[in-house]
């Protein structure tokens, strides 16, 4: 597959008197192939943002190389900005002018037909609001436009921070529609989120960032397969047991936690080993199930905000895990 992005080495260092200076990239590598949908996940001052903004020229790196489409940045970008789509962070519109007037002007401005209004309104669904003031819009709407003037210009490369902010559930499954039928006719998509489960759903590739560094990339079932641990779940007949079998199996080598009704069991090469040792002991297994690692337990595992073992949380996709401090801006047409 060909790269659509890459970043190699890119470092970035913020100074200030009061706090000297600061490391905010440090050498971090990002690769995204076209036609996919690529999940960009960090925490707070994971330097997510300042990515963001230093691939589009908002922000001059201190080394490192950047590319989109094949074509050196910030150096190229008079050359692909035609081609790349942005929201980073929260675009400001003029609040008593409809969203049809809100795009028909960025629309001018990007030298694009006006026939492409209404299709991008279409595509967000906002096409029954678009004689409206933005002054009137909810939160989730204002996303929808921004995602929608992000779309003007049919771009080959479209990067969306946090676009499903102010979402309802039907709003955040419309907008992982969009994002998939997008990458489906071509586009590469991506996405910056902190809605865990939403990216474990639309996203191809992931690349996980934590204090400047890159700290996982790849597919998602990858990176997943690679943190899975192998852990067991474990429950007896009896759970006035667990204590004595947690100790059997502890003294077998495994690693075990214990839980009010059940047992967390890793480091076992073959879930029978389980049933054997307590078999011995006659003590009777009513559950042995494999734990299934899920992108929440991953992420907060690389990013230094792991739970304590054998917690492998599952997703809620109402849970936001923190992130870069917004700001006002976006780069759109």
Known sequence: MTAVLEIAGLRKTYKSRRRGARQALDGFDMTVEAGQVHGFLGPNGSGKTTTLRTLLGLIKPNGGRMAILGQEVPAALPVVAGQVGAIVESPQFFPHFTARDTLSLLADAGRVPQTRVMEVLELVGLQERAKERVKTYSLGMKQRLAVASALLKNPKLLILDEPANGLDPGGIREMRTLMRDLAASGMTVVLSSHILGEIQLICDSVTIISRGRRVAAGPVAEVLAQHSGGGLRVRLEAVTDLPVAAELLTRAGAQ???????????????????????????????????????????????????????QHRQVDESVVVGADAPAQGGWGV
């Open 256 to 310: 075990v936690s214990t839980h009010a009704d059940h047992l967390m069991v890793d480091g076992v090469d073959k879930p029978a080993a389980v049933t054997r040792v307590l078999a011995e002991r006659d003590l009777y297994v009513s559950e042995l199930a494999p734990v299934t690692v899920d992108l929440e337990s991953v992420f907060l595992e690389l990013t230094g905000t792991a739970p304590m073992p054998g």
